[in-house]
Each structure stands twice: as structure tokens, then as C-alpha cells.
């Protein structure tokens, strides 16, 4: 089936999407909102006009009801002519939209939990439109609490994608990557999450390319430099590298100030440095973040950016990992296995206001 | 003898410094410039007003020969009285004002370094006032090399605070911990630096606290949280920091988001964090930064700002460590013992035009 063309947004019941309309897939995070029109066999027939995320939406309200009547409007913008044609629609969504910032607060799960069964615990936020559901987050407590929101419906996605239907519980585990701002380390079982790490190497990697001292002997590179970048992961799988990735990346200064690394090179170095150390640590603690030991490693996959998830493949092979990379819409999948058990594919219905 | 007050700028022969002054002193660094007026014995009879640093002073200057009569002209701003007065004085600079950057490229010496040594390498610059001479900074090479100006200065005059002018070569040797935007962590023996490491510490937890979506959480306090620092440290110490300082780091939003860590409490937890690290870093890796495996804990000085110091010294005494702060006018010491072994101090009249 093809996929159709972003349309125009408004209401326009002339053509919102075929009549296999099945499920309003809606991925709503910090920073954007997607929503997606599916079938029931997850296939996307129709894409929302980008949405604001949750901080944009939110900007300078102050009342609970004025943000919600905020993310109604916003709804509305990206979903309403779909629900115009096809009011029985179930509508679907996960990501920070379920938070304290978000439309309506929606208790975190605690681990371990199955990934499915995530569709006992949705929250339907009422709307002229009939019911939003939301997915819920995870929460790992312990001294260190772990919080997810949006992460646990790519998951369930990305291991259909890589699994098909197979639960592979039998197998040592699955360690899923998502890389970017915040980098989530998730040791799965089957479809059942037990553990996870947070970790903050691109937002530090940012902010520290950007405002730091090191940004003055860096020039940006007209391409990655995929060299530097594998010495810096060299360097962060190194002896070198004892003194924790803040003294590491002095040498991100002292290199250049030496005549041994290209302002061009800075970046991508950095870039190793970081990526080299996150991924150090995870071998180091491999026991607690996927796989026991002595049962030898767990299968590990990537998910998210292209170009992002090549560099952290690039640096685990370096650690005699592969780790293939795991395209596709797995949010989408995601959202429609978890409609699916919780009945709202089958029973479309429930859908109305 | 009292310290006299800092006295106008411009010419002003009648009221210079006292006729016992010796040694005009310079701490030039990258973001400030303090001149003092000494005696034989190390004591400030004056203070000039302070004067730019290294990066305000070549601000928008593209000309090397621009840069030197802006140097110049910094140079006679802070200390043409004294040396219009006594235009014998010898003067010594240590600093950020010797680098690529400055006032002349004084090239840097390697280490093992002796650092009364450093005497036998000073770079002098011509002026019209007579030669500035310059004290050359630290460079340990290896794959990651290690670069100091301006420390091995102030290094030397806590030494001889410290210990007076006993060289304790025969002990396990000193672990000098100078905290600040780039802490060095510098490894001596006697007066013999044999290794040092730098961590951007303070500059990263500037960039985190600010900039980062840690500080969305946060709330300044009004007054320092030690008991939230001392919770920071522990956990760096703790298995929970397993991850790395980027993994721990994302506690400081997952604990005010679950209620167990209050809003004016997360700076000062991140502080604890991020020092807590890189003291636990220094002790897995003991034996290379500062004593021998076996021979037991090296002593610890510690060297700076003091409610930065008080603060590594909190985060050494959970390892077990009790680290004195060593304060006083260092760089000066430093300058005056290097001066001293130049022979700048017994021979004044070098110092002339």
C-alpha cells in the first residue's frame, strides 16, 4: 500500500485517508509531534503536518487548563480532519505528552514490565474528538531512578522489527540502544523491560562542542571525519582513559595546541571520545545492563538517527560488538501492537466521544 | 611589614613602593593580570590595579606586532610607576602570557621538571622598560599530552608554603590538586613534578548547570547545600557510578522528578557528582597519579579558591584522605624562588634597559 503525502491541514472530509483507517498514531515529544493515520496491519496511509512538542505548546501557559485546552487546539491541528471523516477512530499516543509538562500525567510503570502489557494501563484523556489514550513511561527506581516516556513504544516497535512476531525470551537478552540527546541503555527480555540507563553524552557532546573552551582550537569539517572519530574511541577504550571522560577530553585541547590533531578533526574526536566512553562503561558493567555473566553477550541493537546510530555501531565493533542498526517506523509499530492489545483495532467504536 | 594598598595607575615617582622593593611579579593569565611589587623576602609591598588578561587584551588584534604593543602597553599600565621609580627592578611573569596566545611563545618543558629549574629557561622579552621575563609552563607528553602555565608557578610557592624549604624529596611524594575551571591533579616529588592530569570539571559542570535540561529542576540556592554535595559524592563513589559521570549526571533530573531531591538542592548535588568522580577516578588510579602501589597513600595538598577547595577536600575525606588547603600569595612565592634561582633578585641591575 502506498504511503500518501502529507495533505493540507484543516478539515477537508473529501479526502482524509481511505477507508481502511484504523488507529491515529500519535508520537508527541519534547521538541516535536508526529501523528500518523494507520491500518490495522500498522502500514502509515497518512502524516499529520509536523506538530509542536510539548515545551512549545506549553510556552508561557501557566494554568493547567489553559495547557490543556493548549494540546487540545494542537490535536485538533494535526488529527481533527481525520476524526471529521472517520469520527470512530482510536487515537494512540506516547512520549512526553503523558507527563507532568505534558497534557495529562500518566503514572510511570515500574520495571520489570512487559511491554505489551503497557495496554492495561493507558489514560484516556477526554477530548471533543472522543478519548486520547496514553501510553505510559517507565520508571527503574532505585538510588538512581531511570524514567522513560515514549522510549518503551519504540522498543516494543524495533524488537517486531528485528524479531517479527518471535518473543526470542529464550535467548541471553536483548541490549537496545537509542542514541541521541539522552542516550537510553535498555536491557530487554523477550518483550520485558529489566533494566535501563540514561546518559547524557549528546547533550554534553553539544554543549560542550558549542560553549567550551575546546570549540576554540576546532573548525567545523565540511564531512564527518569518521577517523577521528575511531581514535577517540581508541583513546576511551584505552588505559588512557582511567581518569573519566572529563579528563579525557582535555586532550581535545592539548592534541591540537600540539600539532597532533586538526581543528577540523576536534569534533569528530570529541564525538569517539564520548561515544567510546559510554560505550567503556557498558562493557565494563555488562552484567547489570544486559546479558548475566559468563552466559556471553547479549544480542545489542540500535535504534534512531542514521548517521548517529553508525557512530555508536562504529565504536562498539571496536569492542568486537555488531550491532545492527534497526530502521523503519518503529513507533508506529509500536503504537499499533500496543492498540492492539488493549482492543482498540479491534473494537474501533470505543473510539467515539 | 604591612601591606601597602593597591596605589593609582600612571607615573608617580614620589610614592612607588617602598626603596627595599626588589622584584616586580606578574600572574598573567587568560582571563586576568595581577602585578605585585616585592621585597627579597617574597613580602607585597604593592599591588597594581588588576589588569586585563590574555584574551581581553588581544581582543579583535590580527597582527602579532599589534598584540605585543597591546601587551606592552598592559605591561606599562599596570607597573610603569614602579619601574618609572626603579628602573632596575627585574621582572618575572608566569602564566597564560607566555603561550601562542600571549605576549611571546615561551616554549614549554617536559617532564620530569625540577621546578626551581625552570630558573634556567625563562624567555625574556624586551621592553622599553627592560626585559619581562617569562617563566616557562609544563608539557607531559604521551598519547594524551598534558599542558600547564602558570600552575608550575603557583606549584613551587605552595611547596615551600607547605613544607618551607625542606625538599620532602624523601617521602612518597605530593599530590597537589589546584580545583578550578580545569582542575590539575600534579603529581610531585620534592620539587620534582612528574606527571599531572587536567579534568574539566568546573567548566562542565558550568555548561550543565546552565545550559543543560538538569537546570530545568534546579533552583539556585541561597546558601551552598553541603549535605546535597556530600549525597552527589557519595553516589560517584558508590557501584551506582558505574555508568560514568554522563549516566550519573541524569540522577539530578530523575530525583527532583520523583520528589527525592529538592529543586535548591540539584546544583549543589551536581557538584558532588561531578567531583565525586574525578576523586574516585584519582583513586582507582592511584598509582599513577601520586604515590607508589604499596607505599601507601601519597599526601594531598590541596590549592585555590577556598570554597572550591573546601569542597574537594569534603569529597577526599569520604575516601579517607584529609587533604590540607594551602593558601597564601603562592604565585608569588613561586615567582620570588624562581627569581631567586635566576639570580634576578641578587643581581637586579640585569633588569635594566
Known amino acids: 500500500m502506498p504511503q500518501l503525502s502529507p495533505a493540507p491541514s484543516g478539515p477537508d472530509p473529501s479526502a482524509p485517508?481511505?477507508?481502511?483507517?484504523?488507529?491515529?498514531?500519535?508520537?508527541?515529544?519534547?521538541?516535536?509531534?508526529?501523528?500518523?493515520?494507520?491500518?490495522?496491519?500498522?502500514?502509515?496511509?497518512?502524516?499529520?503536518?509536523a506538530g509542536r512538542g510539548v515545551l512549545a505548546?506549553?510556552?508561557?501557559?501557566?494554568?493547567?487548563?489553559?495547557?490543556?485546552?493548549?494540546?487540545?487546539?494542537?490535536?485538533?491541528?494535526?488529527?481533527g480532519r481525520w476524526l471529521?471523516?472517520?469520527?470512530?477512530?482510536?487515537v494512540l499516543a506516547s512520549g512526553?505528552?503523558?507527563?507532568?509538562?505534558?497534557?495529562?500525567?500518566?503514572?510511570?510503570?515500574?520495571l520489570p514490565q512487559d511491554l505489551e502489557a503497557l495496554a492495561g494501563a493507558l489514560t484516556a484523556i477526554p477530548t471533543r474528538r472522543g478519548p486520547v489514550h496514553v501510553v505510559p513511561g517507565l520508571l527503574a527506581d532505585g538510588e538512581l531512578p531511570q524514567v522513560m516516556r515514549g522510549e518503551e513504544t519504540?522498543?516494543?516497535?524495533?524488537?517486531?522489527?528485528?524479531?517479527?512476531?518471535?518473543?526470542?525470551?529464550?535467548?541471553r537478552g536483548t541490549v537496545v540502544v537509542l542514541p541521541g540527546t539522552h542516550?537510553?541503555?535498555?536491557?530487554?527480555?523477550?518483550?520485558?523491560?529489566?533494566?535501563?540507563?540514561?546518559?547524557m553524552t549528546g547533550e554534553v557532546y553539544g554543549l560542550v562542542t558549542r560553549h567550551s573552551i575546546?570549540?576554540?582550537?576546532?573548525?567545523?569539517?565540511?564531512?564527518?571525519?569518521?577517523?577521528?572519530?575511531?581514535?577517540?574511541?581508541?583513546?576511551?577504550?584505552?588505559?588512557?582513559?582511567?581518569?573519566?571522560?572529563l579528563a579525557t577530553l582535555f586532550s581535545?585541547?592539548?592534541l591540537p595546541l600540539t600539532g597532533r590533531l586538526a581543528a577540523e578533526q576536534v569534533d569528530d574526536y570529541i564525538s569517539g571520545l564520548m561515544i567510546g566512553a559510554e560505550v567503556a562503561s557498558w562493557a565494563r558493567d555488562r552484567p547489570a545492563s544486559g546479558g548475566s555473566p559468563g552466559a556471553g553477550p547479549a544480542e545489542v541493537l540500535l535504534c534512531g538517527e542514521p548517521e548517529l546510530c553508525r557512530r555508536y555501531q562504529r565504536a562498539l565493533h571496536q569492542l568486537g560488538v555488531d550491532a545492527p542498526v534497526v530502521g523503519g517506523d518503529v513507533v508506529t509499530h509500536g503504537l499499533r501492537s500496543i492498540a492492539l492489545a488493549a482492543g482498540l483495532l479491534d473494537a474501533p467504536t470505543e473510539g467515539t466521544a
Chains 1, 2 share one sequence.
Open 57 to 79: 505548546v506549553t510556552d508561557g501557559l501557566t494554568t493547567a487548563q489553559d495547557r490543556r485546552a493548549a494540546f487540545e487546539e494542537e490535536f485538533e491541528r494535526m488529527c
Open 154 to 171: 519504540q522498543i516494543l516497535g524495533l524488537l517486531e522489527t528485528a524479531h517479527g512476531d518471535a518473543h526470542t525470551g529464550g535467548r
Open 17 to 49: 485517508g481511505p477507508a481502511s483507517s484504523r488507529l491515529v498514531a500519535l508520537d508527541w515529544g519534547t521538541t516535536s509531534a508526529r501523528a500518523y493515520l494507520l491500518d490495522t496491519a500498522g502500514t502509515v496511509l497518512d502524516t499529520a503536518p
Open 96 to 110: 512526553m505528552v503523558g507527563s507532568t509538562q505534558g497534557w495529562a500525567d500518566v503514572p510511570y510503570q515500574r
Open 252 to 254: 581535545a585541547r592539548t
Open 214 to 245: 575546546l570549540g576554540r582550537l576546532a573548525r567545523r569539517p565540511d564531512a564527518p571525519d569518521l577517523e577521528a572519530f575511531d581514535r577517540g574511541v581508541r583513546t576511551s577504550l584505552s588505559a588512557d582513559a582511567d581518569g573519566g571522560i
Open 84 to 90: 471529521e471523516a472517520h469520527p470512530a477512530l482510536p
Open 183 to 199: 542516550t537510553k541503555w535498555v536491557h530487554v527480555e523477550g518483550r520485558r523491560v529489566l533494566d535501563f540507563r540514561t546518559v
